[in-house]
């Protein structure tokens, strides 16, 4: 999961903190310490992941591009020039565009922003922006939510009191809240001072860049493995009584399942000492038969291991988790009944290979042949709404078909909880009720009235006539005398 820094570089950054008696500094230098030692951790422990520099004020510039060299980052920290007054927008637009350009929209993202808490002023101040942002056009719109995942950590170089005699603790939460909520707003305790900067940072690396250690078991064979990034708790949404499910940190190798994305690279640090690595052993295997490796992560929650090439020279040992129960995957039934060939009555894939028990058919045949409505496009509702006014206008000899065209967009509508469709439908019925021509039959008027009816009682949502199994039939009339 990479992580994108966005550092305030406004004047207000500037302003001076007296750390005890010693000579001033300013919070550019509270927010620098802090990020130095996050920068300290992540070489230790995230040392496979990706991370981006970013500094802002009105405008913003992409300082650092995504790197495993922290000694870049650090030094481009130390490099740090003040700008003009805080855009928080802005910036947040160029946090998509770099990470949707080396990303796309589908990895997930943790964007860091360190800033004091001022907001800004007049236009363009994230005050003005957040108060703006449910009036503007689509070529205008607020960059968040991003269209990747995203987490977003609000690095605040000023304390929680600071910030809530005015309105600045409420225009974050609200920021945070645009993201998607999955993040959180830190400030420091107690007086600014590189003590308070640190605990404030330890708590992030705590919440969010602590390392996951865990051991993988096969048979008499285990290793000690580190999951980057770090599995996150899941929740079923299914269940009566949901509870978050956490990856054990014993995992066992029984082809059976696991989490996010583990990444752990053969490399010297892991070959030192010339002691066996059963990860480095498995790893290779899996490279050169092109296999994957089931495994499991806890009661009913399998996983699998697979070797993914990151370039030419390097690949990672990858982990994919499954969705917890019985059987994640249809089509190869219950993890649990599955074993060695050996222990079979006779070879499931043949003696030549010509067959295989894969993938397993369902108990229950399923019908693909039912007439079930879908519109993908207006055009395919256009036609179905024209063939209902086609069939009207050739009442009464066409009234089975009419029904049989109102009854199926009428269910469609209802399944959808598109109320509005059978409004609009009835308002079409009604009008054509009084095109009528003179020599039209009757029963026609009749018909088309009743339909109408009954299309606007369904569209008020009421139990009783918006049974979704009911059918509208044609009104009884008789016109033989």
């Not at 900067?197 to 000690?224: K, T």
Request: glycine share 6%; aromatic share 8%; hydrophobic share 40%.
């Amino acid at each position: 999961m990479p992580t994108v820094v966005l550092m305030d570089v406004s004047l207000s950054m500037t302003r001076p903190v007296s750390l005890d008696g010693s000579d001033e500094f300013q919070r550019k230098n509270l927010a620098v310490h802090g990020l130095n030692m996050l920068f300290e951790h992540m070489a230790s422990n995230y040392r496979l992941e990706f991370t981006s520099l970013m500094a802002f004020s009105s405008l913003w510039e992409l300082l650092v591009p995504f790197t495993r060299d922290y000694n870049a980052l650090q030094e481009a920290l130390g490099n740090l020039e003040d700008y003009d007054k805080t855009c928080v927008e802005a910036a947040l637009n160029g946090v998509s565009n770099v990470v949707q350009q080396e990303w796309g929209s589908a990895c997930p993202c943790q964007v860091v922003l360190v800033t004091d808490g001022s907001l800004g002023i007049g236009k363009g101040s994230l005050r003005h922006s957040l108060q703006t942002q449910k009036h503007r056009g689509d070529d205008k719109k607020f960059p968040l939510p991003f269209p990747f995942p995203t987490k977003l950590f609000i690095m605040s170089v000023a304390n929680a009191e600071e910030l809530q005699m005015t309105d600045a603790m409420d225009n974050l939460e609200e920021l945070l809240r645009l993201s998607g909520g999955d993040g959180q707003i830190f400030t420091m305790e107690g007086p600014l001072c590189m003590k308070s900067v640190q605990a404030m940072f330890g708590r992030l690396i705590d919440h969010a860049y602590s390392p996951f250690h865990a051991v993988l078991h096969c048979g008499n064979l285990s290793s000690d493995v580190q999951v980057f990034p770090r599995p996150e708790p899941i929740v079923m949404d299914e269940e009566v009584e949901p509870m978050p499910r956490s990856v054990n940190i014993e995992v066992d190798e029984v082809g059976t399942g696991t989490t996010d994305e583990l990444e752990e690279e053969p490399s010297a640090s892991q070959m030192a000492g010339k002691s066996p690595n059963f990860c480095v052993l498995l790893h290779g295997s899996l490279k050169v038969e092109g296999m994957v490796a089931l495994v499991q992560l806890g009661p009913e929650w399998y996983g699998m291991l697979y070797s993914q090439a990151d370039s030419k020279k390097k690949s990672n040992l990858m982990m994919s988790l499954f969705e917890p129960g019985p059987e994640p995957l249809p089509w190869l039934g219950k993890i649990t009944h599955l074993g060695p060939i050996s222990e079979a009555a006779e070879n499931p894939y043949g003696e030549d290979d010509s067959k295989s028990p894969f993938p397993l058919q369902p108990s229950a045949k399923r019908s693909y042949a039912q007439n079930v409505t879908v519109w993908i496009k207006a055009s395919g509702l256009q036609t179905d709404v024209q063939k209902i006014l086609r069939n009207a206008r050739k009442l009464p000899d066409k009234t089975q078909t009419f029904y049989k065209e109102l009854n199926r967009l009428r269910k469609a509508a209802l399944a959808f909880g598109f109320w509005e469709l059978l409004k609009g439908v009835a308002d079409l019925l009604e009008r054509e009720c009084t095109l009528l021509p003179d020599s039209a039959h009757p029963d026609a008027a009749f018909q088309l009235s009743h339909a109408a009816q009954q299309l606007k009682l369904a569209s008020t949502g009421d139990s009783q006539y918006a049974a979704f199994d009911h059918n509208i039939a044609p009104m009884h009339t008789d016109f033989s005398s």
